[in-house]
């Protein structure tokens, strides 16, 4: 199977409807005959929810931007070393929903260089990086449409941090942040091709369900044919 061993990524601001993607190539794959492991970032193991319950619950307005992203990055690197690297061993395709991709954009956004971001990627996960990144890009008024939140809701640039990245998390977390930030949030997702240190796909994501998925799908059959 080609994809066998493979690395994808499916990130994009919220509401950009990653999580349909991913569970379609999830069956796409299997039913070629594939393994999948599916990783979620941050978190995805014991070490790394702990982590992402401390963004969750931390009251990032007091919390330096290099610090969050550091954060970010020891989740990222336990996941790689826990999850992802030995999936990859087994012959597994893993699916990963946000990966340093994420960073370079919210982060970003909040001021830290995305190079600075890449260099700690690179000490955080060595080579392991995606195979393929996808980034579905929408306009952060589309996505707030599809998740319920209000685009009129919005407060100082930190005082709620970045929980909305994160399952579970409350919805007006986002309400609350600006609006031009999640604009530029979407200007470094779409700057990503041109910077990033490994494959990445911007995908139209304010299409139709099946529109997208020809396009993803696509993408994975052009990378790995």
Same mark, same amino acid.
């Not at 190079?115 to 579905?136: F, M, Q, S, Y």
């Given at each position: 199977?080609?994809?066998?061993?493979?690395?994808?990524?499916?990130?994009?601001?919220?509401?950009?409807?990653?999580?349909?993607?991913?569970?379609?190539?999830?069956?796409?794959?299997?039913?070629?005959?594939?393994?999948?492991?599916?990783?979620?970032?941050?978190?995805?193991?014991?070490?790394?929810?702990?982590? &992402?319950?401390?963004?969750?619950? @931390?009251?990032?307005?007091?919390?330096? $931007?290099?610090?969050? +992203?550091?954060?970010?990055?020891?989740?990222?690197?336990?996941?790689?070393?826990?999850?992802? =690297?030995?999936?990859?061993?087994?012959?597994?395709?893993? %699916?990963?929903?946000?990966?340093?991709?994420?960073?370079?954009?919210?982060?970003? +956004?909040?001021?830290?260089?995305?190079?600075?971001?890449?260099?700690?990627?690179?000490?955080?996960?060595?080579?392991?990086? $995606?195979?393929?990144?996808?980034? %579905?890009?929408?306009? $952060?008024?589309?996505?707030?449409? =599809?998740?319920?939140?209000? =685009?009129?809701?919005?407060?100082? &640039?930190?005082?709620?941090?970045? &929980?909305?990245?994160?399952?579970?998390?409350?919805?007006?977390?986002?309400? =609350?942040?600006?609006?031009? @930030?999640?604009?530029?949030?979407?200007?470094? @997702?779409?700057?990503?091709? +041109?910077?990033?240190?490994? $494959?990445?796909?911007?995908?139209?994501?304010?299409?139709?369900?099946?529109?997208?998925?020809?396009?993803?799908?696509?993408?994975?059959?052009? +990378? @790995?044919?």
């Amino acid at each position: 199977m080609k994809l066998a061993g493979k690395f994808l990524v499916v990130d994009g601001p919220d509401g950009s409807g990653k999580e349909t993607q991913i569970k379609r190539l999830a069956e796409w794959i299997t039913a070629q005959g594939g393994q999948c492991t599916r990783a979620r970032d941050p978190g995805g193991t014991v070490i790394g929810d702990r982590i &992402r319950h401390v963004l969750l619950d @931390f009251d990032l307005a007091t919390m330096d $931007p290099r610090c969050e +992203a550091l954060l970010f990055m020891a989740s990222r690197a336990q996941l790689v070393a826990e999850v992802v =690297r030995p999936a990859l061993q087994k012959g597994h395709t893993v %699916l990963c929903d946000r990966f340093i991709s994420a960073t370079c954009a919210y982060q970003g +956004a909040i001021g830290v260089p995305p190079a600075e971001i890449i260099a700690l990627g690179r000490l955080a996960v060595g080579d392991t990086w $995606p195979h393929l990144t996808i980034l %579905l890009d929408v306009p $952060p008024e589309t996505g707030f449409a =599809r998740i319920g939140r209000k =685009r009129h809701h919005v407060s100082s &640039r930190r005082n709620v941090g970045q &929980r909305s990245i994160f399952e579970g998390a409350t919805a007006d977390a986002m309400e =609350r942040r600006p609006l031009e @930030f999640h604009r530029r949030v979407r200007e470094l @997702f779409q700057e990503l091709p +041109a910077a990033y240190p490994a $494959p990445v796909v911007l995908i139209d994501g304010e299409r139709d369900i099946d529109a997208v998925w020809e396009d993803v799908h696509k993408a994975v059959e052009r +990378a @790995f044919q």
